[in-house]
């Protein structure tokens, strides 16, 4: 964060961690940008997206964040890539699940990006996470593996059925801002691509039944005009995003107890087919929203 603060020529010196999980993602509000670090030279190519992804938001003028202006992206330090987003201050009134509801329908309505994206593919994100594990179980190992390759068939038939779409790939209110006028805009889109549009509404249903709230499925439903739990392929666009639920975790389980614990939980769960167990979300049990005070003389 330092390096690319250089680069850009601002000053690291009081800076926000907003997330540690795949991406350290640090706030310069000061200077007006958000710093977003992939944690693996590997998602070199998925960085690259998501710049072409932001410049063409722009000049349609999507729902979504701003890349910072003036700024030559990916930037690169060593063997790491980061994107630069123009800061959003928080509103003292939060998007809501309804704000979800209008911002994909307006999503879902545009055309596919002119450029190169991915297919919706948990599964293959699934098995790229297993091949870069440590410290994974070998049960573990098996059992999603055996799981990867049992929903895999499925997915694809359900791909075939339906007409191709941009699909943010993680849609749910934690991923939503508030512009100054009000406008609610979608981040985050590492898992964007083209797929399905049901997708993006079971994030919120599987969301609700796994880490509770009540009507937020709901509210979603209505405000979107469709109730994805109705849908005929519903079970398996739960289970595809259960896997991706439980397989982000995988590359980080032996660097963190909390999170290799929860990891378990959730396997567990899923093992025993136990649809109504509670999860904790892997945001709450590593360091975040904390702020960082940075001085020259310090390293992070």
Not at 153 to 166: D, M, N, T
């Amino acid at each position: 964060m330092r390096d690319v603060a250089a680069i850009l020529g601002v000053s690291p010196e009081t800076a926000l961690l907003l997330q540690l999980t795949n991406n350290a993602v640090f706030a310069l509000p000061r200077s007006g940008i958000v710093i977003r670090i992939a944690r693996t030279h590997q998602l070199l190519d998925r960085v690259t997206k998501v710049v072409q992804l932001g410049r063409w938001f722009a000049r349609i003028d999507a729902p979504t964040i701003r890349l910072a202006p003036d700024v030559e992206q990916p930037v690169r330090v060593g063997d790491l890539v980061a994107s630069v987003w123009s800061y959003v201050r928080p509103s003292p009134v939060a998007p809501t699940v309804e704000d979800l509801g209008l911002v994909l329908r307006e999503f879902h309505a545009l055309d596919v990006a002119p450029i190169a994206l991915p297919a919706w593919d948990p599964v293959g994100d699934a098995r790229r996470r297993l091949a870069d594990a440590e410290g994974l179980d070998t049960n573990d190992r098996d059992f999603l593996v055996k799981w990867c390759d049992r929903l895999e068939p499925q997915l694809v038939a359900l791909s075939h059925r339906e007409e191709p779409k941009l699909v943010h790939g993680d849609a749910h209110v934690g991923n939503l801002l508030r512009e100054a006028s009000g406008r609610a805009v979608m981040c985050d889109f590492d898992a964007t691509c083209i797929g399905p549009w049901q997708v993006d509404l079971a994030a919120v249903a599987v969301g609700e039944a796994r880490f509770g709230g009540t009507g937020l499925h709901e509210g979603l439903a209505r405000v979107y005009g469709y109730d994805v739990t109705s849908d005929q392929s519903w079970t398996v666009l739960r289970e595809a995003r259960e896997l991706k639920m439980i397989a982000a975790a995988v590359p980080l389980i032996s660097n963190s107890p909390s999170v290799a614990g929860e990891f378990a939980d959730r396997l567990k769960s899923v093992r025993e087919g136990d649809p109504k167990a509670r999860w904790k979300p892997f945001a709450g049990l590593a360091p975040s929203r904390h702020q960082l005070r940075l001085s020259a003389s310090r390293h992070t």
